[in-house]
C-alpha cells in the first residue's frame, strides 16, 4: 500500500534557471552553477555545475557547511569518445514528492519518501553531440543521483569503460572500508583508516568526518549494470569503479539507458545514518510481485553447522549429513520448538570429488534435482508439512551459473512441486571465477558483482517468484534495495558471516558485528546465522564473543530469516539462552538505534510485527561498554515484563565468556535501563506487556 501526499512535477523555486544575461554563481574552481535543488526541510543543498571547459559536476552542502565539494560526472566508453568535457547546459525540470508505503515485511512497517527532484541535461558540443542527464533525489538525509543516457542519430548502443563519477569528500574524517577486488569476494574485515588511506573499497563505505558528520556511499536498484565500487584518487576523491567484465566494457547496454543510483548517506550521528538508509528502498521502484502473502519471514535451524564443525560431510559418504534420518530429526526440533524451516545443505548430487576436480569453483556435476540415494525429498517434503514446518532448498552452483541456469526451471518446479518456499543459493568460486555462459556460446569468467551476474541473480529472483520461492542468496551480489521490487529476495550473504567463527583463524573479532551495522547493514537484510551458544568452533576453538551477545545478534544483525545455527544438543544444555532465541521476533513494526558508535556500539528497539511485543538488542566491541537506555519507546500507561538476559559482571569474552544473567523488571514507558556490556559482549530484552 502507497498513500502519496503530494506529487507536483513542476519547476518549482529550489531549482531555478539562471536567466540569461543575469549574473550567475561561481565556484572556487572557475565553474558556473547551473541549477541548484534543496531538501524538503532545507537540510541539504545540491548545486550542479559546469566548467569552463564543459564538465560537468556537483556540489553538496548540509545547513551551509559543505560536504561534498566539486565532484565530476561523466563516462569512459571502450567504442566511442568519452563524455567529460564539451558539455553545455541544457535545461532542467523539477518536481516534489512525497508518499508513505508498507513494507510487506521488513525492519519497519510504513516508510516515508520524501524529496525534491531536480533533472538536468547537458548536450555535447562537439564529437557525437550526445545528450547526458543527471537526475538527482534529494532527501533530509542523503542525496541520490543517477544518470539518462538517451539514444540519439549515431547513438544507439553504450559499451561503458567506466564512470567518471566522483565523490570529493571535504573534510577530513576516518573511513570504514573492506577491500574490493580481490579474491575473497566481500567477505573482508571491516578496515579503519583515514580517509586518505582508502585504497579500492567496496560499497557501503562508512565516513565519519572530523566535525562528527557521518557519510556513508552505496548505490541503489543495481539492474542490468556493473556494481560499483570506490576507488581513492587523490586525496579524499573516490571514484566509482565498476566491477571488470570477461567481454572489456564492464557494461553493454542498448540505449536509452539508466544507471544505478549513487547514494550518499548524510546524517549528524551514527543512530541517524543507520536510519538513512531507508534511501537505498525509497530509490527503488514498487513492488512488483503483487501479492506476496506467501513470503514468510520464520526462524530455521538447519544441516550446515555440523558440517563447519567437519562432524558432518556435504559429499556422500559415512558422513554424509543430508540423510533422511538426520533430516527428520531436524524436522522434529524445528518442530517442536516452534522454527518455521529446515535447511539441508548437501542433499544433492554433485558434492563429490570426481576425479581431479571437487566441487568448489567448479560446479559441472551438480544436480538441483536428483538427490544422494541416502535422502528421500519427497517424503522429507510431506513429513515437514505433516510437522507445520517447512523445508529450506538448497542450490550451491560452485559460481558455475551455466550448469544452474540449464538447470534453472526444473529445479524450481520441483520446489513448487514439493510445496518448497524457499531456497538458499551459494556462489563460491574465487573472485573473478564465475563461469557464466556468453552469447558467443562460449564459457567466460566473470566477476560477482559484474554486469553478467547482476542480471543472473535478478532471473533466479524473478523466476523463483513465478512458483512463490523466496531467495537467500549466499556470496551474493551486494543489496541495494531490491527487495522492495521482489519482495521474495529475502536476504543474503555478503560479508563474513558466522561461518568465520568455525573454520579458525582469523575469526570474527568482537567489534566485527559493530562494523557491520554500519557498513554492510545499511545496504539491507544478512543472513548472519546467529546463535552459537556453544561458543565454540571447529577443535572447541573459542568464539569471540559472549553468551549474550549470540542473542543480542538476533535484533542487531537483521533479516526476516534467522537461523538457530548452532547443534540441537547445544541448545537443549543451554535453555535459557535457547528460551530467548525462541521468543525473539524476526519481522518488525518499527525499529529505532537507541545509542550507537561506529564500530564500537550499537543498541536497537524493535516492535514485533502486529505486535506491542518490543525487544531491545545491544552489541559492543572488545571494550567494556555501559549505555543507559530510556524505554519511552513502550506505550505510555502500560506496564511490561522485561525479560533481560546480560552478560554478568565478570563476563569477558577472553575469560568467562559464558557468564550470562537472566533477569525479569516490571518497566514502563518513564524508566530507564542501564546495559552494562562486557568485552565482547551484549545484551538483550523482551518486553511484554502485563494485563
Given at each position: 500500500m502507497s498513500v502519496i501526499r503530494l506529487i507536483a512535477a513542476v519547476v518549482l523555486t529550489f531549482a531555478a534557471i539562471p536567466a540569461a544575461g543575469q549574473g550567475v554563481a561561481q565556484t572556487p574552481s572557475g565553474s558556473t552553477i547551473v541549477a541548484s535543488a534543496v531538501s524538503p526541510s532545507r537540510v541539504l543543498h545540491v548545486d550542479v555545475t559546469v566548467s569552463p571547459d564543459g564538465r560537468v559536476g556537483y556540489i553538496v552542502s548540509r545547513q551551509g557547511k559543505l560536504v561534498i565539494d566539486e565532484s565530476r560526472l561523466g563516462f569512459l566508453f571502450t567504442d566511442a569518445p568519452q563524455m567529460l568535457r564539451n558539455f553545455k547546459f541544457a535545461g532542467q525540470s523539477a518536481r516534489s514528492f512525497d508518499e508513505t508505503w508498507e513494507e510487506p515485511w521488513g525492519e519497519y512497517r510504513n516508510i516515508r519518501n520524501h524529496y525534491n527532484e531536480l533533472t538536468v541535461s547537458f548536450d555535447e558540443q562537439k564529437w557525437m553531440h550526445r545528450r547526458m542527464t543527471v537526475v538527482f533525489r534529494v532527501f533530509d538525509d542523503g542525496v541520490g543521483f543517477r544518470y539518462e543516457l538517451p539514444s540519439g542519430p549515431n547513438w544507439s548502443h553504450a559499451n561503458v569503460a567506466d564512470e567518471l563519477t566522483e565523490f570529493n569528500v571535504a573534510e577530513p574524517g576516518k573511513a570504514w572500508w573492506d577491500e574490493a577486488l580481490e579474491w575473497n569476494r566481500e567477505e573482508y574485515l571491516i578496515r579503519k583508516t583515514p580517509i586518505e588511506e582508502i585504497g579500492t573499497a567496496q560499497t557501503p563505505l562508512t565516513?565519519?568526518?572530523?566535525?562528527g558528520l557521518h557519510l556513508s556511499f552505496h548505490e541503489a536498484a543495481l539492474v542490468d549494470y556493473s556494481g560499483m565500487d570506490l576507488r581513492r584518487v587523490q586525496g579524499r576523491v573516490l571514484k566509482a569503479d565498476l566491477m571488470p567484465s570477461s567481454?572489456?566494457?564492464?557494461?553493454?547496454r542498448d540505449l536509452p539507458l539508466a544507471t544505478p543510483w549513487r547514494v550518499i548517506m548524510i546524517a549528524p550521528d551514527a543512530p541517524a545514518l543507520y536510519k538513512s538508509a531507508q534511501i537505498i528502498l525509497n530509490l527503488n521502484d514498487p513492488n512488483k510481485l503483487g501479492d506476496v502473502s506467501w513470503v514468510k519471514p520464520m526462524k530455521y535451524v538447519g544441516i550446515w553447522w555440523q558440517m563447519h564443525l567437519d562432524k558432518n560431510t556435504w559429499e556422500s559418504g559415512p558422513r554424509?549429513?543430508?540423510?533422511?534420518a538426520n533430516t527428520k530429526r531436524m524436522i522434529d526440533f524445528a518442530a517442536k520448538n516452534?522454527?518455521?524451516?529446515?535447511?539441508v545443505e548437501g542433499w544433492n548430487k554433485g558434492w563429490d570429488k570426481v576425479g581431479d576436480n571437487d566441487w568448489f569453483a567448479w560446479g559441472w556435476d551438480f544436480s538441483f534435482t536428483q538427490p544422494y540415494p541416502d535422502f528421500d525429498l519427497p517424503a522429507l517434503a510431506r513429513y515437514a508439512k505433516s510437522k507445520g514446518v517447512g523445508l529450506i532448498g538448497h542450490h550451491e552452483t560452485a559460481g558455475n551459473t551455466a550448469n544452474y541456469e540449464k538447470q534453472l526451471d526444473g529445479?524450481?518446479?520441483?520446489?513448487?512441486r514439493l510445496g518448497i518456499h524457499a531456497v538458499k543459493t551459494g556462489y563460491v568460486a574465487d573472485a573473478g571465477g564465475i563461469q557464466a555462459l556468453g552469447t558467443d556460446g562460449k564459457i567466460h569468467f566473470e566477476w560477482?558483482?559484474?554486469q553478467v551476474m547482476v542480471n543472473h541473480h535478478l532471473k533466479v529472483v524473478t523466476e523463483a517468484a513465478k512458483r512463490q520461492v523466496a531467495v537467500d542468496p549466499h556470496e551474493p551480489v551486494k543489496d541495494t534495495g531490491l527487495r522492495r521490487t521482489y519482495p521474495n529476495w529475502v536476504s543474503r550473504e555478503g560479508e563474513r558471516g558466522m561461518e568465520y567463527n568455525a573454520w579458525g583463524e582469523p575469526k570474527n573479532p568482537p567489534e566485527h558485528e559493530a562494523n557491520l551495522i554500519f557498513t554492510r547493514m545499511l545496504s539491507g537484510p544478512m543472513d548472519f546465522t546467529p546463535g552459537i551458544v556453544s561458543l565454540k568452533g571447529k577443535g572447541n576453538t573459542p568464539i569471540l564473543s559472549t553468551l549474550a551477545k549470540q542473542l543480542a545478534l538476533y535484533i542487531t544483525i537483521y533479516s526476516p530469516i534467522q537461523m538457530a545455527a548452532d547443534l540441537p544438543e547445544n541448545y537443549e544444555a543451554n535453555p535459557k539462552a535457547f528460551q530467548f532465541i525462541k521468543d525473539v521476533a524476526v519481522d518488525w513494526d518499527d525499529t529505532r538505534m537507541l545509542a550507537g558508535e561506529v564500530g564500537d556500539l550499537a543498541v536497537f528497539a524493535r516492535k514485533t510485527r502486529g505486535s506491542p511485543v518490543w525487544f531491545i538488542g545491544a552489541v559492543g566491541d572488545e571494550n567494556e561498554r555501559r549505555c543507559d537506555v530510556q524505554l519511552s519507546f513502550l506505550d505510555a500507561g502500560r506496564?511490561?515484563?522485561a525479560e533481560i538476559y546480560r552478560d554478568g559482571d565478570d563476563a569477558d569474552y577472553r575469560t568467562n565468556p559464558r557468564s550470562m544473567v537472566v533477569e525479569q523488571r516490571t518497566v514502563t514507558s518513564a524508566d530507564r535501563l542501564a546495559l552494562?556490556?562486557?568485552p565482547g559482549g551484549g545484551a538483550a530484552v523482551r518486553f511484554v506487556p502485563i494485563r
Open positions: 565516513v565519519r568526518t572530523a566535525s567481454t572489456g566494457a564492464k557494461v553493454s554424509h549429513g543430508a540423510t533422511t516452534g522454527f518455521g524451516g529446515v535447511l529445479a524450481l518446479d520441483l520446489y513448487q560477482h558483482q559484474g506496564r511490561y515484563r552494562r556490556l562486557a
